[in-house]
C-alpha cells in the first residue's frame, strides 16, 4: 500500500557535478564494496564524488536507545564534515532518515540545520529523482526481490524508487514476496534488548524472501540486511541480499567488462 | 491460560507488565496463540485496506481528525467543564475519578444505593483499566460482559488481548471447548454463527434481569452533552436502554467539542478498525428517560477517569497520545503485535498505543521494556487513524526511561528507572570514539584487522544468525586507494 505524505513531498534539485557520499558505520566497517560501488556508480554518471575522511556514524544507535546528548554530540561531528552546498548521497535510508527526519529536533540550537537537511538524499532517491536515471541493462535474464527498509519506506517515502530502477533492468523480472512491507526484525539495539521478538520477525522475513523463488533479493539498507543474510546462513539457505548500489553497477557495465 | 486469571488487586497490570520479557517467550513459543493473531491481524489489514480505496480521501481525513482531536485536547480543561454543564442540565450525572479505585467507589456505591445485584457491561477498555469485574464481584455484585468477545474471555477468565477484538487470541475450536466446559447445556459445535447464537441466547435473558447497565463511551460531545457509543452487536443499546440505571464510563480524552467533530472521527474509527464503512450500531445519549419514552434508562450517569491522562496532557509532545480513538489499526499492524499476542504486554491496552499509554497510566517502573519493545517500523504511525507520531513517542519515552535524574521538575512517573550506569558508560564511550574521527579511523582500523578473532557467537545475535564479519579494510581506506588510482 502506498502512502502519499506530506512530509515526503520535497524539492529536487538539478543534476550536480559534485556530490559528498555519506558511507554509514556499518558500511564502513563491514561492507565497504557497497560504498565504492555506489561511488564508482555516480562516477560513472559524470559526477565527482566526495568522500570526507572524517565522518563516523549518524548517531541513530545512540539516539534510538533514549542517549540524545551523545547522539547530539556525534551528530554535531557529521554536520560539520560536509561544509559544500552540494548533496548527501546516503547509501542507507535509515542513517537517511535519521540525518533528515530527526537532525532538525535533535540539533534544533543549530544555525541553518535545516539547509543540511535538505541536502540529504537516499541513493535510490537520488538517481531517480535527481538525476532521472535511464539504465541500460546487460546482465542476464534473472528473478530478484526487493526489500525496501522501513525507514525508507515510511521515513523517507523512497522506497517506490528502489523499485523504479529495478523495473528499468530490462533483464529482471521484480517479485513480490510476501509481507513485503513487513519490518525485517532488525531495529538496531532492539535485535539485542528484545532479541526473542527480533528473531521471530528475522525468521519470518527470511522465509518469506526465500520462498519468492528469487536467486538474489536487493535493497538500500545494510542494516536490514545484515540481519536478513544472517538468518539465511544461519538456516543454510543459499540467497542472499546485495546492495543495490552494486547490483545496478553489476548490471549497467557492459558485457565482459569487469 | 491460566496465567491471564485476575487477581482482584490494584496493581495486577504493574506485575504483569514487568514480567514482560517472560511473558513474551511463553507467547512466542505458542504456535497456536501465533497462528491466531497472524491470519487475525492479516484479515484486518486487508479489510481496512479495502476501506480505503482513495488515498488521498484517507490522508485528508487523518489530517482533519488529528486536528480536531489536538483542537479538543488544547481546550480540555474548558470542554470538560462545558460537557458537565451541559449533561447536568440534561439531567446526567458527572462524577470524577482521578485514580482506577476512585472510579471503581463510585460505580459500586452507584450500584449499591440502588440496591442493585446484576450488571450488564458493554464493552469498555476503561472498566477493563479500573479491573471493574473484579471489584465488583469483591462486592457481591455479578457483572457480565455482553459484547461476545468480552463475553468469552470472561468465561476463561482472561483479559482482553486486543481493544477491538477482545477474543481474537481464541480460535473457534477452543472458543467451542471453552463453552462445552462452562455452559451445561451446550451441543458441540465449531460453527461461529452457532457459537454467537449460544452466547446470544444466554445474555438475551440477562438483559431483561440486570439493573444496572455499564458501558463506556467513544465520543462525548461538550457541546450538547451526548455520550457516543459505537458497537456491532446491539449489546451496547441493550445496556443503555433496558436496565433502569446506566452508568458510563470512559477517560477524561474522549471529550470533543462539537457534534460536527464526530462524523469523521466516527467514519475514521470504523473504517481503521474493521474496515467497516460504518457500525452496526451508534448509540448517541443525550439525556435519561423521559416522559413518554418507551425505553432507556431512568438514570444516567458519567464516570470521568484520569489516571495517568493529565501526567501525559501537561507535556505537549506526550499529549499526543491522548489522540488515540482506540481503533486498534496501530496492533493490527504492528510486526510486534502480530507475533507476541495482546496478553504479553502485560498491560490494558497491548501493541504500540499500550506501549506509549501504559507508561503514564503506571509509570516508567513496571512498565520500562515496553518502549524498547519495538523496532521502530513506523507501521503504526503510518495507520494511525488521527497521526499520533507512535514511533517518535516511544523515542521520547525511552529518553525518559535513561534521563539522568537532577532533582528537577518530573515529566513522568518513573523517568529515570531504566538508567544502568553501565549502558549510560558505553553510550558515552561510544559517542566519545564517533565525534573524533581520528580515533573512530583508528577503532575500526584495529576492528578491520583483528576480523580474524571476531567471535562466531554474539549471544542473542546469534541464536538465529551467523555473525557478520568486519571486512579486510574500511570504506575510508578503500576510497583513498579508489582516489588515488583515479576513478575508472
Keep these: 500500500m502506498t502512502t502519499i505524505n506530506t512530509q515526503h513531498l520535497r524539492y529536487y534539485p538539478q543534476k550536480p557535478s ?241 | 491460560m491460566s496465567a491471564h486469571q485476575v487477581t482482584p488487586n490494584e496493581s495486577k497490570y504493574a506485575a504483569s507488565a514487568r514480567n514482560f520479557r517472560n511473558n513474551v517467550a511463553r507467547d512466542l513459543n505458542n504456535a497456536e496463540l501465533r497462528e491466531n493473531f497472524h491470519g487475525a491481524m492479516h484479515y484486518l489489514r486487508d479489510k481496512r485496506s479495502a476501506a480505503f480505496p482513495q488515498q488521498d480521501e484517507l490522508e485528508t481525513l487523518r489530517e482533519q481528525c488529528k486536528l480536531i482531536k489536538q483542537r479538543c485536547l488544547a481546550k480540555l480543561p474548558y470542554l470538560l467543564e462545558q460537557l458537565e454543564e451541559n449533561l447536568t442540565s440534561n439531567g446526567i450525572k458527572v462524577h470524577w475519578a482521578e485514580s482506577t479505585s476512585q472510579a471503581n467507589d463510585i460505580i459500586a456505591t452507584l450500584i449499591e444505593e440502588k440496591s442493585g445485584s446484576q450488571v450488564v457491561k458493554g464493552k469498555s477498555m476503561v472498566s477493563e483499566e479500573t479491573a471493574l469485574n473484579d471489584f465488583l464481584e469483591q462486592r457481591n455484585i455479578e457483572c457480565l460482559e455482553s459484547d461476545m468477545g468480552e463475553y468469552i474471555v470472561q468465561l476463561a477468565k482472561e483479559h482482553p488481548s486486543h481493544i477491538i477484538m477482545p477474543a481474537i487470541h481464541q480460535n473457534k475450536k477452543q472458543v467451542a471447548d471453552l463453552f462445552k466446559q462452562n455452559i451445561s447445556d451446550f451441543s458441540y459445535t465449531t460453527d461461529v454463527d452457532e457459537l454467537i447464537n449460544v452466547g446470544r ?202 534521563k539522568k535524574q537532577d532533582g528537577n521538575s518530573q515529566v513522568m512517573k518513573g523517568e529515570g528507572v531504566g538508567r544502568s550506569n553501565i549502558e549510560a558508560m558505553v553510550w558515552k564511550a561510544w559517542a566519545g570514539v564517533h565525534r573524533h574521527s581520528s580515533i573512530y579511523n583508528f577503532s575500526m582500523w584495529w576492528l578491520t584487522r583483528l576480523r580474524k578473532l571476531m567471535p562466531s557467537k554474539l549471544g542473542v545475535w546469534t541464536s538465529v544468525r551467523t555473525a557478520p564479519k568486519p571486512a579486510a579494510k574500511t570504506l575510508h581506506e578503500r576510497v583513498k586507494k579508489h582516489q588515488s588510482s583515479g576513478a575508472k
Excluded at chain 1, 521471530?200 to 536487493?218: F, P, W
Excluded at chain 2, 452508568?247 to 477524561?252: P, Q, V
Excluded at chain 2, 432507556?296 to 499526543?320: I, K, M, T, W, Y
Design chain 1, 18 to 258: 559534485e556530490v559528498y557520499l555519506y558511507g554509514t558505520c556499518l558500511v564502513d566497517s563491514f561492507f565497504p564494496n557497497s560504498g565504492i560501488d555506489a561511488i564508482t556508480f555516480l562516477e560513472k554518471q559524470g559526477i565527482k564524488v566526495h568522500y570526507p575522511q572524517g565522518q563516523t556514524c549518524c548517531g541513530q544507535p545512540a539516539y534510538n536507545s533514549g542517549y540524545k546528548e551523545e547522539a547530539k554530540a556525534v551528530a554535531l561531528a557529521q554536520v560539520a564534515q560536509f561544509p559544500l552546498d552540494i548533496p548527501i548521497v546516503i547509501i542507507s535510508g535509515s542513517c537517511g532518515g535519521m540525518m533528515r527526519h530527526h537532525y532538525p529536533e535533535l540539533l534544533d540550537d543549530v544555525p541553518e540545520i535545516q539547509a543540511f537537511c535538505d541536502r540529504i538524499f537516499e541513493f535510490t532517491e537520488f538517481l531517480v529523482q535527481v538525476l532521472n536515471i535511464q539504465l541500460t541493462d546487460n546482465g542476464q535474464s534473472e528473478k530478484v526481490a526487493l526489500h525496501t527498509s522501513c525507514a525508507a519506506r515510511r521515513e523517507m517515502g523512497v522506497h517506490i524508487t528502489g523499485g523504479k530502477l529495478i523495473k528499468q533492468l530490462k533483464n529482471v523480472e521484480l517479485i513480490t514476496h510476501e509481507n513485503e512491507s513487513e519490518c525485517c526484525g532488525f531495529g538496531g539495539t532492539f535485535s539485542v534488548k528484545h532479541g526473542d521478538i527480533s528473531a521471530a520477525m528475522v525468521n519470518d522475513k527470511s522465509n518469506n524472501l526465500d520462498k519468492a523463488g528469487v536467486v538474489r533479493y536487493v535493497s538500500a539498507d545494510w542494516g536490514c540486511m545484515m540481519n536478513i543474510n544472517g538468518a539465511l546462513e544461519y538456516q543454510k539457505k543459499s540467497l542472499r541480499g546485495e546492495h543495490i548500489a552494486s547490483y545496478l553497477l553489476k548490471r549497467t557495465q557492459a558485457q565482459g567488462a569487469s
Design chain 2, 201 to 402: 441466547n444466554i445474555l438475551r435473558d440477562k438483559f431483561c434481569q440486570a439493573d444496572v447497565g455499564v458501558t463506556g463511551v467513544n465520543f462525548a460531545v461538550a457541546e450538547t452533552g451526548t455520550l457516543c457509543l459505537v458497537e456491532n452487536e446491539g449489546n451496547g443499546q441493550m445496556c443503555t436502554t433496558v436496565p433502569p440505571l446506566h452508568i458510563a464510563i470512559t477517560g477524561i480524552e474522549k471529550v470533543v467539542e462539537m457534534l460536527d467533530d464526530v462524523p469523521p472521527l466516527l467514519s475514521l474509527l470504523t473504517r481503521s478498525a474493521t474496515g467497516q464503512i460504518m457500525s452496526t450500531y451508534f448509540n448517541m445519549i443525550s439525556h435519561p428517560r423521559q416522559i413518554g419514552e418507551k425505553d432507556g434508562a431512568q438514570e444516567v450517569h458519567l464516570v470521568l477517569l484520569d489516571n495517568g491522562r493529565s501526567q501525559a496532557f501537561a507535556d505537549e509532545e506526550l499529549r499526543q497520545t491522548l489522540q488515540c480513538i482506540r481503533c486498534g489499526a496501530c496492533m493490527n499492524h504492528c510486526p510486534v503485535y502480530t507475533r507476541i499476542g495482546g496478553h504479553a504486554y502485560g498491560t490494558v491496552y497491548p501493541g504500540p498505543i499500550g506501549q506509549i499509554v501504559s507508561p503514564h497510566m503506571l509509570g516508567l517502573e513496571p512498565t520500562k521494556d515496553l518502549p524498547t519493545a519495538s523496532s521502530l517500523c513506523g507501521a503504526c504511525g503510518e495507520v494511525c487513524p488521527v497521526k499520533i507520531p507512535i514511533p517518535k513517542l516511544l523515542l521520547r519515552l525511552r529518553q525518559e526511561s535513561v
